[in-house]
C-alpha cells in the first residue's frame, strides 16, 4: 500500500538556523510529490512540488527540497528559518492512479527567538 | 486566496441536527475532494469528485453525502453526526491527476 512517513512529529529550532524536514515515501514508481504548509486554522499552502527533472526544487518563502530516488525521500529544507515559519508542514504525493493524494501526518514546527 | 471557498468557516451542531458544507472554486479545474482534517492523524480523503462524477468515496459514513451539481461546487450534507465527527474538514481542488490541489480554509466542524 502507498504511504508517506514523516518521521518527526515537532520540530523546533532558532530563528535564523536552517531546517530540515524528513518525508519518506512507499510507492513502487517515482509519484509527484508536494510539500504543503498549513498555519493554525487555515487549509493548506502549496508550497513547492516534484514531477520530474532536476531534483533539488525551489518553493515560496525561500524553500527547497531535494528527490532522492534511491532513497524514497522528499526532503523539505530551509537555510535560515523565520518566526512566520512556525506551522505544520505536511508532504503530499500523488501517485498518478486517479485523483488520490497521500499525506503524511505533518510535522509541527516551533520556531524559537 | 487560493481560489477555493469553503462556507461556513466554524459551525457547532447538534447529533440531531442536518447542516451542508459549501465549498466553490473559481480556478476551472474538473476534479474535487473532501478531506477530514482530525488532529494527530494524516489527512483522510473522504470523497473525489472528476468531471461531477464521484470517483472515490473512502469507506465514509452515510451520514456524510456529498454533492457535486457542477464542477465548481461541491457539497457535504451532514445529518445524524456524532461527537468524533468534530474536525477541520478541507475542500480542495485540481485539474486531472499530475497537478497540485488547492485547498480552502477548511470548516470547523464542532459535534455536540
Known amino acids: 500500500a502507498q504511504s508517506v512517513t514523516q518521521p518527526d512529529i515537532h520540530i523546533t529550532v532558532s530563528e535564523g538556523a536552517s531546517l530540515e524536514l524528513r518525508c519518506n515515501y512507499s510507492?513502487?514508481?517515482?509519484?509527484?510529490l508536494f510539500w504543503y504548509v498549513q498555519s493554525p486554522g487555515q487549509g493548506l499552502q502549496l508550497l513547492l512540488k516534484y514531477f520530474s527533472g532536476d531534483t533539488l526544487v525551489q518553493g515560496i518563502k525561500g524553500f527547497e527540497a531535494e528527490f532522492k530516488r534511491s532513497q524514497s525521500s522528499f526532503n523539505l529544507r530551509k537555510p535560515s528559518v523565520h518566526w512566520s515559519d512556525a506551522a505544520e508542514y505536511f508532504c503530499a504525493v500523488d501517485t498518478l492512479t486517479g485523483n488520490q493524494f497521500y499525506f503524511g501526518t505533518g510535522t509541527s514546527l516551533t520556531v524559537i527567538p | 486566496e487560493t481560489g477555493v471557498t469553503q462556507t461556513p468557516r466554524h459551525l457547532v451542531m447538534g447529533m440531531t441536527n442536518k447542516k451542508s458544507l459549501k465549498c466553490e472554486q473559481h480556478l476551472g479545474h474538473n476534479a474535487m475532494y473532501w478531506y477530514k482534517q482530525s488532529a494527530k492523524k494524516p489527512l483522510e480523503l473522504m470523497f473525489v469528485y472528476n468531471f461531477k462524477e464521484q470517483t472515490e468515496n473512502n469507506s465514509v459514513p452515510s451520514r456524510f453525502s456529498p454533492e457535486c451539481p457542477n464542477s465548481s461546487h461541491l457539497f457535504l450534507h451532514l445529518h445524524t453526526l456524532q461527537p468524533e465527527d468534530s474536525a477541520l474538514y478541507l475542500c480542495?481542488?485540481?485539474?486531472?491527476?499530475?497537478?497540485?490541489?488547492?485547498f480552502g480554509q477548511g470548516t470547523r466542524l464542532t459535534v455536540v
Open positions: 510507492y513502487g514508481a517515482t509519484p509527484y
Open positions: 480542495a481542488s485540481s485539474q486531472i491527476t499530475g497537478a497540485e490541489a488547492f
